[in-house]
């Protein structure tokens, strides 16, 4: 039977992040709490594991899960192309609840699903979430949820959505109390999104793709007019009618048919 954790117990999450190392190493998943929502997590180099994750939440390949990482110099090492406005979107708002999208490495031996090279990436600000990162490398996490249902906030709402397909559940108490509200969708704690995968082609703008909880004035007060304006098309897609927005904001531009690799970014 899958146990939950409480880490606020010494025993329970030394025996928690044990068994959670291990799950990840044998290529099972792992419910963990982050700043803003529980993630779902698997390796992120392991193929199978990320397939079992998409699985879970009921979601197909063209919905790959971004990828959390432990601190600021791993992300050179899975992104490409790092413009000057993500180093100061990073350092100014990581760790903590953004999400960026960049190209990925060419040379990374990963299948996280239809990226079209990227990647979606974030270093998360909790304890438990940085603790198990440090021990394991880079995790595919995509929020604690069935697909189509809001992201679990404590460890009981993610059992209650993905039961026993969870090896282990590690408790860190609500998530995302540290935020207001104030994306896309009333009462979500998500992660702000920001794609950059277009920036040497877009005229140098990044490009919120999803409104979380880093707000826009947060994000223009950082990076200026590197942020892109609402509705703003790259030229390249300008004369083209933008795509009808999705239920979970997609992270290609305006014009752009890419799939979504942060659909489910927590």
Do not use: H
């Amino acid at each position: 039977m899958t146990r939950i954790y409480d880490c606020s117990v010494d025993s329970e999450y030394a025996a928690g992040m044990r068994l959670a190392r291990s799950a990840i190493g044998r290529g099972a998943l792992v419910v963990i709490p982050t700043d803003t929502v529980y993630g779902l997590a698997a390796d992120a180099f392991s193929p199978e594991a990320v397939q079992r994750l998409l699985d879970a939440k009921g979601r197909d390949r063209t919905s790959p899960p971004p990828v959390l990482i432990p601190g600021i110099p791993t992300l050179d090492a899975l992104a490409q192309d790092v413009p000057p406005p993500v180093r100061e979107l990073v350092a100014a708002f990581w760790p903590g609840g953004l999400t960026v999208v960049l190209t990925a490495q060419p040379s990374l031996v990963w299948d996280l699903g239809e990226t079209r090279g990227t990647v979606a990436l974030r270093m998360p600000s909790n304890r438990v979430a940085l603790d198990l990162l440090a021990e394991t490398g880079p995790l595919a996490v995509s929020s604690a949820n069935m697909s189509g249902l809001p992201a679990a906030i404590d460890a009981i709402g993610a059992e209650d959505m993905l039961g026993i397909n969870v090896a282990v559940y590690l408790d860190g108490g609500v998530a995302g109390l540290d935020y207001e509200p104030i994306g896309d969708r009333a009462g979500d704690t998500s992660s702000t999104i920001v794609d950059a995968t277009c920036y040497g082609s877009n005229g140098g703008k990044v490009v919120i793709v999803r409104n979380g909880v880093i707000s826009r004035a947060a994000i223009e007060a950082v990076i200026g007019d590197a942020l892109a304006p609402v509705g703003f098309a790259p030229p390249a897609a300008a004369s083209e009618p933008a795509a009808e927005p999705a239920a979970e904001a997609s992270t290609a531009p305006a014009g752009d048919t890419a799939p979504d690799p942060a659909a489910d970014a927590g």
